[in-house]
């Protein structure tokens, strides 16, 4: 009676776990992150202020098209590395998360992978901020400017 037991439970268990699909996880992301601010304006220039809730880098003037700011971080052992920004000319500005680590979507991950680096590029041009897509080679419009008053 107890061998039946056993067996009919054993048949059952692997019925069952023939029936549950396998699901691929994401494969981890890089252990290193580089973010870059980049001024991509066409006459002003750009102040650029990075921070996360235990790191403050400081306030940093872009002059001129092409300069940029950049910081190297490696992911905190909770998984919880978030890292903001506002950007500044002397007629608009954005504040804007510049780095947080997904473990739902991969939305940024995707965009910031570059080989097996994790490299963020946030590119402020005329009309907004900019993130390199490196998979689809693009920079895509992710935040407008706020018109100051």
């Known amino acids: 009676m107890i061998k039946n ?12 776990g023939a029936q549950v699909p396998r699901v691929a996880l994401p494969l981890p992301g890089p252990s290193r992150y ?41 992911v905190n052992f909770w998984e919880t590395t978030l890292y903001w920004c506002k950007l500044e000319t002397p007629h608009a500005y954005v ?8 473990t739902q ?21 005329d009309d907004g901020i900019y993130l390199r897509n490196f998979l689809a080679n693009v920079d895509e419009l992710i935040h407008k400017w706020i018109y100051k008053r």
């Open 105 to 125: 979507h991969l939305w940024l991950r995707d965009r910031c992978k570059h080989g097996t680096v994790g490299t963020c590029i946030w590119t402020a041009k």
């Open 34 to 74: 580089y973010v870059h601010v980049v001024n991509g304006l066409s006459k002003l220039g750009l102040l650029v202020h990075c921070q996360s809730k235990d790191d403050d880098l400081g306030y940093h003037r872009l002059l001129n098209h092409g300069d940029g700011y950049k910081w190297n971080f490696k």
């Open 5 to 16: 037991i056993v067996v009919f439970f054993l048949f059952t268990v692997a019925l069952v």
């Open 95 to 102: 504040s804007f998360e510049s780095f947080w680590l997904e």
